[in-house]
């Protein structure tokens, strides 16, 4: 009778306890969607908010909790939230029309659910038009489940987003009618003799008419420009502020959630180190800035040992103003303002032109033959290049020859490198792809219409592959922009020059402009992934696509021609064109 009383008393017990655990993993956030005025320029303007903020409340989890998020529209429109960079299912990524998921109508709420799989720093946004753009982002911090390797005694996230006074929609019909629009620095006449003076009459004479022919403009790294700069959604005036006392170690999760911007971010007087990826950890690197492409995350340690305030500065690459915050060990303290670095030149390196090509195309234009280019249409051409090759270029020729590369760092600073990033650990898939899928970056600036291999988001048919394969997807970018390549659902490794067990993971990657870049893929969530750029007036012009994981029949299965072709592939080669984004 005890023996049953005990085991009795035992299951009870377990039960008990089996409960408790389930019900503590279940972490629950309420999230209300609104329109309504928000002053941070000195003026009221009506934007998007999240709880009644911008951004949105950080959402704090541990791997393995239930995330049980609820999410209220209380506007006049169709809204979502996508969850990006988190594994989940398919009918929960929060992008309209995938997976059956129907978007939150005004009025209505949605529930999301799903379980954590994973630990790092992520951020959600908005998929449903300019929404993002409006206000409509936040982020999410997972802890791990044992007491972290790195132990810090602070611990901050850094959210930088572009903040405009126009609604999105203005600023895309804006670009439809020039994507010129927000042009505003251009070459003078100033700027041409300094380059006479520099490289000579004939080279920069030989330049400007180059540039003028093809209608294109050396100073055009960023399609829209007129934001303030905001970090937590604060201006850089407003200062936002991360407590320390020296000798502290402080991780900052950077996060960034711009619709169009990329940064330079440094730390004056302070070495960063990398510790994470896009949520994912990587081997600690010791650098003094990082370039930062938009939807990307990086998590860094920094250990300030004085009783002083410490600026943290994000510059766009178009030199257009700062966000700006602090680090200091009192409130009432603020980070020195740095000096504006240079506003780098587009070369003819980042039209995917070598100096060779580049003189050769100066002989074609000179014997009248140019306009004879295979694809050249100078009438609509914009950031688009002429259609041709993308060479091989490794990082000492793209960072020697490249304009978009060029972050002004300081002689004796070092500045991150793809080619830095290791992952921490083993990755658990070291398969050799199995196909290539080619995805070309394009684009009609007469129109404004961004493309994956010649067309837009509906007018293709969707990439499928089956589920468990592994792929090399490789990137040829035929413009002269960088596009952050963000697929949903799965991370990639990024070919980086490591050894296949040690790429790192991403979840969005930079490709320079007039560069090749390459990813590995392994398929293992099924379901529908949008895959896009993740500049929010590329992605709404056309710069995006469906990539659907699923059991595919025969016939829409690579030949075994190609697949056996496979192994032959230079992978030494493909290393070299993968350009670095400092």
């Given amino acids: ?51 009644g903020s911008i951004p949105g409340p950080v959402l704090h989890f541990v791997d393995g909790d239930e995330a049980v998020i609820h999410v209220t529209n209380k506007m006049d429109e169709e809204t979502s939230v996508h969850w990006h960079g988190l594994l989940l299912p398919g009918n929960m990524d929060g992008v309209p029309g995938f997976n059956g998921f129907p978007g939150i109508k005004p009025g209505e ?33 997972i802890l791990p489940k044992e007491q972290e390797a790195l132990n810090v005694e602070r611990d901050y996230v850094i959210v930088l987003s572009d903040y405009s006074k126009e609604d999105s929609g203005s600023i895309l019909s804006n670009l439809k009618m020039s994507s010129d629009y927000y042009q505003y620095a251009r070459r003078t006449i100033g700027d041409f003799f300094s380059e006479v003076k520099s490289k000579g009459f004939k080279t920069a004479w030989q330049n400007a008419k180059m540039w003028g022919q093809m209608r294109m403009l050396p100073t055009d790294l960023s399609d829209v420009t007129g934001y303030t700069f905001l970090i937590n959604g604060k201006t850089s005036a407003q200062n936002w502020t991360g407590l320390f006392s020296p000798g502290e170690r402080v991780r900052l999760r950077f996060i960034n959630a711009s619709a169009m911007t990329f940064y330079d971010v440094r730390i004056p007087g302070l070495k960063m180190i990398v510790v994470a990826a896009d949520g994912q950890p990587v081997e600690p690197v010791t650098v003094d800035e990082f370039r930062f ?23 766009p690459i178009d030199r257009t103003g700062f966000a700006l915050a602090t680090l200091a060990p009192r409130e009432d303290m603020k980070g020195e303002s740095p000096i504006q670095r240079p506003r780098a030149l587009l070369t003819m390196a980042d039209m995917g032109m070598s100096h060779e090509m580049s003189g050769d195309m100066q002989d074609r234009n000179e014997m009248g033959n140019m306009t004879h280019m295979q694809g050249m249409d100078h009438a609509a051409m914009g950031h688009v290049m002429p259609s041709m090759t993308i060479p091989a270029q490794d990082d000492a020729t ?30 658990k898939d070291t398969r050799q792809p199995q196909r290539e899928v080619t995805i070309r970056l ?59 067990e040690k790429l790192p993971n991403k979840h969005t990657i930079i490709v320079p402009p007039g560069s090749t870049s390459s990813v590995l893929l392994t398929a293992n969530e099924p379901g529908e992934w949008a895959f896009h750029c993740h500049l929010l007036y590329h992605m709404m012009a056309g710069m995006m696509n469906k990539v659907v994981v699923a059991k595919l029949d025969p016939s829409q299965l690579p030949s075994k021609s190609k697949m056996q072709s496979m192994p032959a592939m230079d992978h030494a080669a493909m290393k070299r064109e993968l350009p670095d984004a400092p």
Avoid at 398 to 427: C, E, I, M
Avoid at 443 to 456: A, F, H, Q, S, V
């Fill in 293 to 315: 492409g938009v939807a990307e995350t990086y998590d860094a340690i920094v250990t300030p040992s004085e009783d002083k305030a410490y600026a943290v500065v994000a510059e």
């Fill in 442 to 500: 394009g684009g009609n600036m007469e129109r404004y219409i961004w493309t994956l291999n010649g067309k837009k988001y509906e007018e293709a048919a969707p990439i499928n592959l089956e589920y468990g394969e592994r792929i090399r997807l490789t990137f040829i970018n035929e413009t002269m922009m960088a596009h952050p390549m963000h697929l949903h659902g799965m991370f990639v490794q990024l070919d980086n020059g490591q050894p296949i």
């Fill in 1 to 51: 009778m005890k023996k049953i009383l005990y085991w009795k008393t035992l299951y009870c017990g377990a039960i008990l306890l089996l409960s408790q655990a389930t019900h503590a993993k279940i972490v629950e956030y309420s999230l209300v969607i609104r329109q309504e005025p928000v002053n941070l320029t000195g003026k009221a303007i009506e934007k998007i908010t999240v709880n």
């Fill in 109 to 141: 709420t949605f529930s999301y659910q799903f379980k954590l799989r994973q630990e790092g720093t992520y951020w959600y946004h908005a998929h449903s038009m300019g929404q993002e753009q409006e206000g409509l982002y936040g982020s999410i911090v």
């Fill in 398 to 427: 793209s960072a020697k020859d490249s304009g978009w590369v060029n972050a002004g760092t300081p002689k004796g600073d070092s500045a991150l490198k793809y080619s830095d990033l290791h992952y921490l650990g083993t990755q």
